[in-house]
């Protein structure tokens, strides 16, 4: 820990989203920048900066666990509370005991007003003015070998489950210069940048179009980004969730193009199967307008990179409502469409949501049992996938993970890398089965030889 007089030492804990991780890295550079030293455990730090997640009601009480947990373990730390949760719920940790500072969002300045100052730790907690300010564009991300590209913030789509359009409001781009700029500062440290956001798929939709060659202007886009990122950055470029129904035909052109350089992998939320539960959710899009595109995509990407093409979603069992015959929909399409992964989760109640006040809630074991059988198949045509991605070539970036490191495929698989690679390292391989795993030779290293 440092000396009140020293610069003060902060740590940093992240629940949620690529959006929240990228969050927390603008507000560490902005604490940087302004003195602060980060600290790699809490127990060598100051401050703890947490920044909150509210997508379920479990997410908000994660939170408050651990603002308790730190204060038995650490009661002189300073614990400043930040992110989705906050602006869900302001008052409620201003009201809790633990918490000394509450940033409603994500603000950089804002947290830093909150460091500590000589003689300040005592007294109720304290909320921080927001601010307009501008931040200097990220220049790594320091946790991790890949970097999060922030495109937009918000959401203008009116799910009835989610919470996090309420905290984040309505979907705000950056500017696509700006975007470029950053994407290129990252790219000097990061071999892939992954653009994320809150709702990607409307990036553009509020900016002002882009002067194109001949005096002509064409509207910003997702693809018109991603166009300016293929030409003047020099990262593998993945794009994380989006809606299927939003991804148009220039953007998967890119996507069959760029050979790798934008990943051939999408996760498109799905969310259920069945048209009556979609309506449910108030989702904007049909189980046949999701199919069709979904099948149109693979169709037109399936033959890049030797047949790769990564394909995940999202989806939600247990969702009130949602009887045997609606959940049989959902798994059929599952059944159908190539993913090669899934993310399932059984319905959790959301404070503050329109779901939160619907009928028929689907028993909690019943909810269980449907998740069970959506990962098994979901497990089940991943192993597939892998199996045939054997003995194909593969664009390979290097990760490290509690000392170890493995590769990551442009179609988002994990590969074990046989021989010295160092996270970082971005090269081209052959993928080879073993023992149910995929495997991958380094190249060997050059060495330096001495004159003679």
């Not at 949602?322 to 190539?338: D, K, Q, S």
Request: proline share 5%; glycine share 8%.
């Amino acid at each position: 820990m440092s000396d009140v007089n020293d610069k003060p030492s902060v740590w940093f804990h992240t629940f949620g989203c690529k959006a929240n991780q990228y969050d927390t890295e603008r507000i560490r550079q902005e604490l940087e920048l302004r003195g602060a030293e980060t600290a790699l455990h809490v127990d060598q730090a100051d401050v703890a900066v947490i920044n909150t997640c509210t997508v379920t009601n479990q997410a908000d009480a994660n939170a408050r666990r651990l603002v308790r947990r730190l204060r038995r373990q650490r009661p002189d730390i300073r614990i400043v509370v930040a992110g989705c949760s906050t602006s869900f719920r302001e008052a409620e940790y201003r009201g809790l005991a633990e918490v000394d500072g509450v940033v409603p969002g994500h603000d950089p300045s804002a947290v830093a007003q909150l460091l500590p100052q000589p003689g300040d730790f005592a007294g109720d907690a304290v909320t921080a003015d927001r601010s307009d300010a501008p931040f200097a564009p990220l220049r790594r991300n320091a946790r991790g070998t890949r970097a999060w590209l922030k495109i937009q913030d918000g959401c203008d789509r009116k799910c009835s489950f989610c919470a996090t359009r309420i905290a984040r409001g309505a979907s705000v781009s950056r500017p696509v210069d700006e975007v470029v700029m950053e994407a290129a500062t990252l790219a000097r440290a990061h071999p892939e940048l992954v653009i994320t956001g809150i709702h990607i798929g409307h990036y553009g939709k509020d900016l002002d179009p882009e002067p194109r060659p001949g005096g002509r202007h064409a509207p910003a886009s997702l693809a018109t980004l991603c166009e300016r990122l293929l030409e003047e950055v020099p990262a593998r470029i993945r794009l994380s969730s989006i809606e299927a129904t939003e991804i148009d035909d220039r953007l998967v052109d890119l996507l069959a193009a760029s050979d790798g350089q934008l990943a051939p992998h999408l996760h498109v939320p799905l969310q259920s199967g069945s048209d009556r539960v979609l309506r449910l959710m108030r989702r904007w899009h049909t189980r046949e307008a999701y199919r069709a595109r979904v099948l149109a995509i693979a169709e037109r990407l399936g033959a890049i990179d030797s047949g790769a093409f990564g394909l995940g979603a999202d989806i939600i069992v247990g969702f009130p409502g949602e009887g045997e015959a609606e959940f049989e929909e959902t798994r059929a399409l599952v059944e159908e469409l190539p993913y090669t992964y899934l993310h399932v989760f059984p319905y959790s109640v959301r404070d503050g949501t329109v779901a939160a006040s619907l009928p028929d809630r689907i028993p909690g074991d019943v909810a269980a049992t449907r998740s069970r059988t959506l990962r098994d198949l979901g497990l089940r045509k991943g192993q597939a996938y892998s199996e045939a991605r054997a003995g194909t070539t593969a664009d390979l970036v290097v990760e490290g993970r509690d000392d170890r490191v493995a590769g990551v495929t442009g179609d988002y698989l994990r590969v074990e890398l046989l021989g010295d690679a160092t996270p970082g390292d971005r090269f081209r391989a052959r993928l080879r089965g073993r023992g149910g795993r995929l495997t991958a030779e380094a190249p060997v290293k050059a060495r330096a030889v001495a004159a003679v």
